[in-house]
């Protein structure tokens, strides 16, 4: 898989968007971005993925640029709540389940 | 519907003791694995399970044993404990289906002294 690189910390005031970068330029055409959060000691939470369109569920959007080679995860209106590490991960799809966990990006919500 | 649950949530063991890490999963899923996460770093894959009866290693597996025998369970077995697996250790599972999630379950605090 794919090795990822994330800024270690970022601070974001509640209510505006937070923007997390991944870089993953050594990505393959099969594999997709995954991204997980960790909340203080709970077990990693599934957030979003995509393979090269942009993706938005309930929690967040994803944006991949065109080369693939590195994406943003956005939480459109950030609380308190969403104070976690976040990791981004890529991996190919049906096949090989493992996840490879890097430090990720600690992120904290400022009131 | 619990999802991944796992037992005991906190653990304290003398070097050398052995012990189970008991994890369970209510959603059919064939794929199940067990983490251990070290204090500021991230997880790392000790064990696998693709479906019952098969299991296989990851990057850290020295130490531990697995088995499969039902979909539902995965237990992690910890033979001679260490210092060394003082971690927090976390169980996940997921679906074998293209693009499938994975479902984490709220970890075991092993303390080994």
């Known amino acids: 898989d794919a090795k990822t690189t994330q800024p270690p910390s970022m601070d974001c005031a509640e209510g505006r968007a937070a923007n997390l970068p991944c870089n993953h330029s050594?990505?393959?055409?099969?594999?997709?971005v995954y991204w997980y959060r960790q909340i203080h000691s709970q077990g990693p939470q599934y957030i979003i993925h995509?393979?090269?369109n942009n993706e938005t569920n309930e929690m967040a959007s994803l944006i991949i640029t065109e080369d693939r080679k590195s994406s943003t995860l956005i939480l459109p209106h950030a609380t308190l709540r969403d104070t976690a590490v976040y990791y981004c991960?890529?991996?190919?799809?049906?096949?090989?389940?493992?996840?490879?966990f890097g430090t990720g990006t600690r992120l904290t919500i400022i009131p | 519907n619990a999802g991944v649950t796992q037992t005991p949530k906190f653990q304290v063991l003398k070097t050398g003791q052995s012990m189970t890490l008991q994890c369970a999963q209510d959603?059919?899923?064939?794929?199940m694995s067990w983490y251990r996460q070290d204090p500021g770093m991230g997880l790392r894959l000790i064990h696998y399970?693709?479906?019952?009866?098969?299991?296989d290693q990851g990057e850290v597996p020295n130490g531990y044993n697995v088995s499969r025998s039902t979909t539902e369970d995965f237990p992690l077995r910890l033979l001679s404990a260490a210092p060394s697996q003082t971690s927090v250790y976390f169980c996940?599972?997921?679906?074998?289906?293209?693009?499938?999630?994975?479902?984490f379950g709220p970890g075991t605090r092993l303390t080994v002294l």
């Open positions: 996940a599972s997921g679906a074998r289906t293209s693009t499938d999630t994975q479902y």
């Open positions: 050594t990505i393959s055409g099969n594999e997709y």
């Open positions: 995509g393979l090269k």
């Open positions: 991960i890529v991996r190919v799809d049906f096949g090989n389940e493992k996840l490879t």
């Open positions: 959603m059919n899923h064939e794929y």
């Open positions: 399970s693709v479906g019952a009866g098969i299991t």
